[in-house]
């Protein structure tokens, strides 16, 4: 707005009752301007505007060079021109926003409308069913509920043709790693993948675009070529090329993220599942005038199977070696979350430092393993709905209270005290899961066996490094029939000694016999 039309305007807005600050907040301009133009009369105001236009510009020397740039490249911007002037003239010492004001006034001094290059936008067919999904990452700043401010990064994946999505958020950036584990989940999420997949040229992604024979980092290559799908890589600076996850994008920043506190990571992944059901996939798209959960079911029965992710073969029934797992927070009451659903493991896991654990899905059973030792927390079948506490009833029970006044009791009722103590504690390594049933096989023996036994089998375990209840018991069976043979047999050779000479003289002596008539004639009484 020209100087002069801006006065006659705030002098009338002024009349009209409206105050200085609305004035300004009308006209986009600074109280100060208004205050200025207010104190001033017509006639004044006209002098003074009369000596601004010939006072000469600070810039005015270098106007031919910056006329020049223009005429010759329509398309330049303030911040070029700046440049520029700085590196023809190596003193030039100017602010760029006085730049920025001097080529905005020769730019309608002398027509040069800025010239911005225009792509040709042109409607596209939509992606048949199971074909296409699109993948890209955004960033935001969020408050938490403390004040502090938090960065966090969000991956969103948006199947082309039914709209229906899915995000996954982190508090640090993404890795190459972080991404093949995103897509394991986002494919579960949807129960298959697309043909296609279109990606902007993340370095987590792409190597060099090579000419069009785009190099993938070595994980994701390899992860690709295990889920067999085709990549489409956006070129550089062309945002276009992905519009619909673009939008995906700016819609979780606007509708979810902004103004959201922020608790902890899984809570704001739990909320963001909840907001992709009830409004991401639940509303009805602009574009397609359709919900996008709606149009899913169908085009899910598209989508191509996914390879088999977890191993779940298990050295024994206690221990898993997972080749490629899901990994999970356990959260304070004891469960983790995986598809909207809570899965529980025994009470007493959660430990209040962040204890992971991985998951492992084969057919529709989900297997929870101890991230460090492999041990299996939880066994349980996979729930189709959302929202569902699935619980083991053996996880209500509490593994972990009274275990080490337990192992006391125990260990007190030996001899060797420090000996049953090592004892115990080397079960308590080799069987965490099981301690409990390990103590009270031992303390079982105390009702049966001897407590010289029971002492002398600790010993025997101990030495041959024999850290088992079952074991404990054997040995004690072992020990008592050894007793029981030796006993048996120094009973035998207590009974044979030999004979002395008046004794072998009374061995060979023969009792007096009579004959059979004499016992008749006294049965008949003669």
């Known amino acids: 707005m020209e100087k002069w039309q801006m006065y006659v305007t705030i002098r009338q807005l002024h009349e009209k009752g409206f105050s200085r600050r609305s004035i300004a907040e009308k006209l986009n301009c600074s109280r100060n301007t208004v205050d200025k133009y207010l104190n001033m009369e017509a006639e004044e105001f006209s002098t003074w505007l009369a000596s601004t236009a010939a006072r000469k510009k600070k810039l005015d020397d270098y106007e031919a060079d910056v006329l020049t740039w223009l005429r010759k490249h329509p398309d330049m911007s303030s911040a070029q021109a700046c440049d520029w002037l700085e590196e023809k003239y190596p003193g030039f010492n100017t602010a760029e926003s006085t730049v920025r004001r001097y080529v905005k006034s020769l730019r309608e001094e002398y027509r040069i409308p ?53 995000m996954e958020w982190q508090d640090r950036p993404f890795t190459t790693n972080d991404l093949v584990h995103i897509h394991v989940r986002a494919f579960q999420h949807f129960g298959g993948k697309a043909r296609e997949i ?15 024979d785009i190099i993938f980092t070595q994980q994701f290559e390899a992860y690709r070529r295990n889920e067999a799908f085709q990549v489409y890589a956006c070129r550089g600076a062309d945002p276009e090329s992905k519009g619909k996850i673009e939008n995906v994008i700016g819609f979780i920043k606007k509708s979810f993220a902004k103004h959201r506190p922020y608790t902890n990571l899984d809570r704001w992944n739990e909320e963001a599942i909840d907001w992709l059901d009830r409004r991401g996939n639940g509303k009805k798209h602009n574009t397609t005038k359709k919900r996008p959960v709606d149009v899913f079911r169908l085009e899910r029965e598209t989508l191509r199977p996914i390879s088999v992710f977890a191993s779940v073969a298990a050295e024994d029934k206690n221990v898993i070696h997972s080749n490629e797992s899901i990994t999970r927070v356990v959260r304070k009451d004891n469960v983790v979350l995986y598809e909207s659903n809570r899965y529980s493991v025994p009470l007493g896991t959660y430990d209040g430092q962040g204890k992971t654990v991985k998951l492992a899905v084969q057919d529709d059973t989900l297997t929870i393993i101890e991230g460090e030792t492999g041990e299996v927390l939880g066994k349980h079948r996979l729930s189709l709905e959302k929202g569902k506490l699935i619980q083991d009833r053996s996880h209500k029970r509490d593994r972990s209270k009274g275990i080490p006044q337990y192992m006391e009791s125990v260990a007190q009722k030996f001899e060797q005290y420090d000996l049953a103590t090592a004892f115990l504690d080397g079960i308590k390594v080799k069987y965490p899961r099981y301690l409990r049933e390990q ?40 020990l008592e029939s050894i007793i029981v043979e030796t006993t048996e047999t120094a009973l035998a050779q207590s009974y044979v000694e030999q004979l002395t000479p008046e004794a072998e003289m009374t061995y060979h002596v023969r009792p007096e016999t009579r004959q059979l008539d004499t016992y008749v004639a006294i049965l008949e009484g003669k």
């Open 114 to 166: 800025k010239v911005t290059p225009k792509r040709a936008y042109e409607a596209v067919s939509e992606s048949p069913m199971g074909f296409q999904m699109q993948v890209d990452f955004g960033q935001c700043e969020q408050r938490t509920v403390g004040g502090q401010t938090i960065k966090l990064y969000v991956a969103a994946f948006v199947l082309s043709h039914s709209r229906y999505k899915y």
């Open 198 to 212: 279109v990606y902007d040229q993340d370095n987590i992604i792409v190597v060099s675009e090579n000419n069009g």
């Open 439 to 478: 103590l009270q096989l031992i303390n079982r023996q105390w009702d049966s066996h001897s407590a010289n036994v029971i002492n002398l089998a600790l010993e025997q375990c101990v030495n041959q490094k024999l850290f088992s209840g079952t074991e404990f018991e054997d040995m004690i069976q072992f």
